[in-house]
């Protein structure tokens, strides 16, 4: 681990998970998930989890985005809060 | 104190990304929202477990490479890798996450059909009403 390294994807990670719980558009939301997962990618790769980093990208970041966006197209697109 | 904390930073980070999840999960009243709550509480979870297989001083990617005289011609010296142990453990833990992720869904989108509304408190209202 690598502290300044950490410290940057770290904070992209807080301020990704912020705006996605903060976003009243719920596509936004969902695509601002996706790009959480990535950065959490990120932050593996660099603890030298090579295998969670590859599974978190297609799985987590993949699939989950593509329920979610399938979830929200079936139901309502704004949020309340 | 100021050097212990800042040697264990990576449970302050992890603590603070599990409290904007549970935050998530708690206070906001979107079905969906508490969905991605609970999304950024697993892999909060992840996060923990990973950094702790982390050792300090330039460690790799656990591929076994054989060194010649640690233990007799084949030996594994065990410092240069990451522990394997936390990776195994988490790689279970993100499938079971997509697989909440997609149950919980599949749950707000029936809700939607029945209710025709995915906020909490209108849901309680229509359930009081008959």
């Known amino acids: 681990m690598i502290l300044p390294f950490d410290l940057i994807l770290v904070l992209f990670v807080y301020i990704?998970?912020?705006?996605?719980?903060?976003?009243?558009?719920?596509?936004?939301?969902?695509?601002?998930?996706?790009?959480?997962?990535?950065?959490m990618c990120l932050l593996w790769t660099e603890m030298a989890a090579v295998d969670v980093a590859f599974t978190e990208a297609s799985v987590s970041a993949g699939i989950g985005t593509i329920l979610c966006i399938g979830a929200i197209s079936k139901t309502k697109r704004r949020s309340n809060d | 104190m100021f050097d212990y904390i800042i040697s264990y930073y990576n449970y302050w980070m992890y603590a603070g990304l599990m409290m904007i999840g549970f935050y998530g999960m708690m206070a906001k009243r979107n079905l969906i929202k508490k969905i991605i709550g609970m999304n950024v509480f697993q892999s909060s979870i992840i996060f923990f477990y990973i950094s702790s297989s982390v050792k300090r001083g330039g460690v790799t990617v656990p591929i076994i490479k054989h060194v010649a005289g640690a233990h007799g011609s084949h030996g594994v010296d065990v410092?240069?890798?990451a522990n394997p142990?936390?990776?195994?453990?988490?790689?279970?833990?993100?499938?079971?996450?997509?697989?909440?992720?997609?149950?919980?869904?599949?749950?707000?989108?029936?809700?939607?059909?029945?209710?025709?509304?995915?906020?909490?408190?209108?849901?309680?209202?229509?359930?009081?009403?008959?």
Do not use: N, W
Request: include cysteine; aromatic fraction near 8%; proline fraction near 1%.
């Open chain 1, 16 to 39: 990704c998970a912020v705006a996605a719980l903060t976003t009243r558009d719920l596509l936004s939301a969902v695509m601002i998930l996706g790009a959480y997962s990535y950065f």
């Open chain 2, 85 to 130: 142990l936390p990776h195994v453990l988490m790689l279970t833990a993100i499938v079971v996450m997509v697989a909440t992720l997609g149950v919980a869904l599949a749950v707000a989108i029936l809700i939607y059909r029945r209710y025709h509304t995915l906020e909490e408190d209108e849901i309680i209202l229509c359930m009081r009403k008959g």
């Open chain 2, 79 to 81: 410092m240069q890798y």
